[in-house]
């Protein structure tokens, strides 16, 4: 089963830009949309942003806004989350998701049917 584990994330200060990346343990990854979610404290689990398979659609939640942007590297088996202007509200642990999915061209945006998960990293924007 493919594994996921995501690398980057730490401290920031409002204005400051990061860039996330999830590395896949293998090629199986081809065949699963991905996405990031993140948790915010005292808060639950929602989506920041979706990929299918071969990139060619990407969904973003609400409150990103247009400061980040997802995508994907199929060789080198990677996911990626570029953050831009962050914000304090920004903090929270952010993690990667993978879901096989048969339809090449679908986003998802319901964290419940992804089945697999990094551990997750924290990013901490200062004001």
């Known amino acids: 089963q493919v594994q996921l584990v995501e690398i980057g994330g730490g401290a920031v200060k409002a204005g400051d830009s990061m860039r996330l990346t999830c590395q896949a343990s293998?090629?199986?990854?081809?065949?699963?949309?991905l996405g990031w979610f993140r948790q915010r404290p005292g808060s639950q689990r929602e989506f920041v942003a979706g990929i299918s398979i071969f990139g060619g659609n990407t969904g973003y939640g609400d409150f990103v806004k247009g400061r980040f942007f997802i995508s994907r590297n199929r060789v080198l088996k990677t996911l990626y989350l570029e953050m831009h202007d962050l914000e304090p509200e920004d903090t929270a642990v952010y993690y990667c998701?993978?879901?096989?999915?048969?339809?090449?061209?679908?986003?998802?945006?319901?964290?419940?049917?992804?089945?697999?998960w990094g551990q997750g990293t924290h990013v901490a924007v200062s004001s």
């Open positions: 998701a993978a879901k096989p999915e048969r339809n090449s061209g679908r986003v998802v945006g319901n964290g419940d049917e992804y089945v697999i």
């Open positions: 293998d090629e199986s990854v081809e065949d699963y949309a």
